[in-house]
């Protein structure tokens, strides 16, 4: 994997450095195998396990774990991956043992050399026993064989896959194949997140006619941790110091400014002019703009004159309701013949009653590749804020709404 090994590094720097910004109080280790060097716990108390080199210990991530994968060696010996799997997992028990939280080892292989044969039984065997072991210790694994296109399989190579896919048959791996530097990135997922419903509810094509549909995220955007205040104020001996500020804040009268205002005493007020109007929570909540929870059709707008650039927001995913024949066969009946006409709609969307501002944005067709014995179809919603199985991109298009009725343009969000 030398040719490889540049991007594998750049890549997992990148999943440290965003763990150092996401997760401060993750723990990572690093095994390297095939080296030509032997440096780990167990080819010390028992002997073998040889080329697999402990390259950081487990510990929680720091700069130092970064700086680990940096100018990884270029060994010349086989790899071993199984040899590598026992020494990570001996590392993870020996560090949680049976202590709850997420326990997981990624394997990154090109799983191309040939694997020693276990002193008893098979490498079946072995597998299933390292298995067990990591369903007692609950611990779970992610094998990314990287193999580039062009690269003709022997029985090497097919060994060794069918021996991966034991360990995904055996409920504690998953198994993905990425030919491309690039798309490890893709495979490294460092953690899942279970899809939940938006909205449930009907997709108003008319008055007459309403189609039952369930709206899910597709995409969400990243946002960065909130930034806390931090005292130095406690002397650095203090090893119990939690170094964290509080504030409160008082409210007091012009008029007797050595008196504090009880929260039932104060209103909040806006300046008009030179004045100061007061206007209570309850006058606000009167005049408060309350739109009705739904999604609605507006009309259809050519493919075309949607420029990509429009697409501003997250995408959500609108399905029919499972179970549903009626709604199913609606969904793909419309997202067929918006695909047929190249065509898009524009959608008015309020995801939950009491929202206080109304999505616009730009459904667009998912028709999917397999046959099934009920047609099945998704659009995509690129809204203004969101998108659906019907997609609606967020866009743009909240501010420029007016024009979109008038020109029927509308903004998509891939």
Same mark, same amino acid.
């Given at each position: 994997?030398?040719?490889?090994?540049? &991007?594998?590094?750049?890549?997992?720097?990148?999943?440290?450095?965003?763990?150092?910004?996401?997760?401060?109080?993750?723990?990572?280790?690093?095994?390297?195998?095939?080296?030509?060097? *032997?440096?780990?716990?167990?080819?010390?108390? =028992?002997?073998?396990?040889?080329? $697999?080199?402990?390259?950081?210990?487990?510990?929680?991530?720091?700069?130092?774990?970064?700086?680990?994968?940096?100018?990884?060696?270029?060994?010349?010996a086989p790899g071993d991956f199984l040899d590598a799997i026992v020494v990570g997992l001996d590392m993870l028990i020996k560090r949680f043992g049976n202590t709850k939280g997420k326990h997981?080892?990624?394997?990154?292989?090109?799983?191309?050399?040939?694997?020693? +044969?276990?002193? &008893?039984? *098979?490498?079946? +065997?072995?597998?299933?026993?390292?298995?067990?072991?990591?369903?007692?210790?609950?611990?779970?694994?992610?094998?990314?064989?990287?193999? &580039?296109? #062009?690269?003709?399989?022997? /029985?090497?190579?097919?060994?060794?896959?069918?021996?991966?896919?034991?360990?995904?048959?055996?409920?504690?791996?998953?198994?993905?194949?990425?030919?491309?530097?690039?798309?490890?990135? #893709?495979?490294?997922?460092?953690?899942?997140?279970?899809?939940?419903?938006?909205?449930?509810?009907?997709?108003?094509?008319?008055?007459?006619?309403?189609?039952? $549909?369930?709206?899910?995220?597709?995409?969400?955007?990243?946002?960065?941790?909130?930034?806390?205040?931090?005292?130095?104020?406690? @002397?650095?001996?203090?090893?119990?110091?939690?170094?964290?500020?509080?504030?409160?804040?008082?409210?007091?009268?012009?008029?007797?400014?050595? *008196?504090?205002?009880?929260?039932?005493?104060?209103?909040?007020?806006?300046?008009?002019?030179?004045?100061? $109007?007061?206007?209570?929570?309850?006058?606000?909540?009167?005049?408060?703009?309350?739109?009705?929870?739904?999604?609605?059709?507006?009309?259809?707008?050519?493919?075309? /004159?949607?420029?990509?650039?429009?697409?501003?927001?997250?995408?959500?995913?609108?399905? @029919?309701?499972?179970?549903?024949?009626?709604?199913?066969?609606?969904? /793909?009946?419309?997202?067929?013949?918006?695909?047929?006409?190249?065509?898009?709609?524009?959608?008015?969307?309020?995801?939950?009653?009491?929202? #206080?501002?109304?999505?616009? #944005?730009?459904?667009? @067709?998912? =028709?999917?590749?397999? !046959?099934?014995?009920?047609?099945?179809?998704?659009?995509?919603?690129?809204?203004?804020?969101?998108?659906?199985?019907?997609?609606? $991109?967020?866009?743009?298009?909240?501010?420029?709404?007016? !024009?979109?009725?008038?020109n029927s343009r509308k903004r998509q969000i891939a």
């Amino acid at each position: 994997m030398h040719g490889a090994l540049q &991007e594998v590094e750049n890549v997992c720097s990148t999943l440290l450095r965003k763990k150092l910004v996401y997760n401060r109080s993750d723990e990572v280790g690093i095994v390297l195998f095939g080296t030509k060097e *032997t440096c780990n716990d167990l080819a010390k108390e =028992i002997g073998g396990y040889k080329h $697999v080199v402990v390259k950081h210990d487990i510990k929680v991530v720091e700069e130092g774990t970064k700086d680990a994968l940096q100018n990884l060696p270029r060994g010349t010996a086989p790899g071993d991956f199984l040899d590598a799997i026992v020494v990570g997992l001996d590392m993870l028990i020996k560090r949680f043992g049976n202590t709850k939280g997420k326990h997981r080892l990624c394997l990154i292989t090109d799983s191309q050399h040939p694997l020693r +044969d276990p002193p &008893e039984g *098979t490498k079946e +065997d072995q597998v299933d026993t390292i298995a067990e072991q990591m369903k007692k210790h609950d611990i779970k694994m992610d094998c990314i064989v990287f193999r &580039e296109s #062009g690269v003709q399989h022997n /029985s090497v190579m097919d060994e060794n896959d069918q021996l991966l896919y034991h360990f995904r048959d055996r409920s504690v791996a998953k198994v993905v194949q990425v030919d491309t530097p690039t798309s490890l990135l #893709g495979a490294l997922k460092t953690r899942i997140v279970l899809p939940v419903t938006i909205f449930r509810g009907d997709l108003e094509v008319s008055s007459n006619l309403k189609i039952k $549909v369930w709206v899910y995220k597709k995409t969400s955007e990243e946002k960065f941790p909130t930034l806390k205040k931090y005292s130095d104020q406690a @002397p650095p001996s203090d090893k119990f110091a939690s170094h964290e500020v509080k504030v409160d804040f008082e409210y007091k009268s012009i008029l007797e400014p050595d *008196t504090v205002v009880p929260p039932d005493q104060r209103i909040k007020g806006y300046l008009y002019g030179p004045q100061v $109007v007061p206007i209570s929570s309850a006058e606000w909540e009167a005049v408060k703009f309350k739109p009705e929870k739904g999604v609605k059709l507006l009309g259809f707008a050519d493919r075309s /004159s949607i420029p990509r650039h429009y697409f501003m927001k997250d995408v959500n995913s609108f399905v @029919p309701e499972p179970g549903n024949k009626k709604a199913t066969v609606a969904v /793909s009946a419309i997202a067929r013949a918006m695909q047929e006409m190249n065509k898009v709609a524009i959608l008015r969307c309020v995801w939950r009653q009491g929202q #206080g501002n109304v999505a616009f #944005g730009v459904l667009t @067709p998912n =028709i999917s590749s397999v !046959n099934n014995v009920i047609p099945f179809s998704s659009i995509y919603f690129h809204l203004v804020r969101t998108s659906g199985s019907f997609s609606f $991109v967020p866009s743009a298009v909240y501010h420029h709404h007016h !024009n979109l009725l008038k020109n029927s343009r509308k903004r998509q969000i891939a």
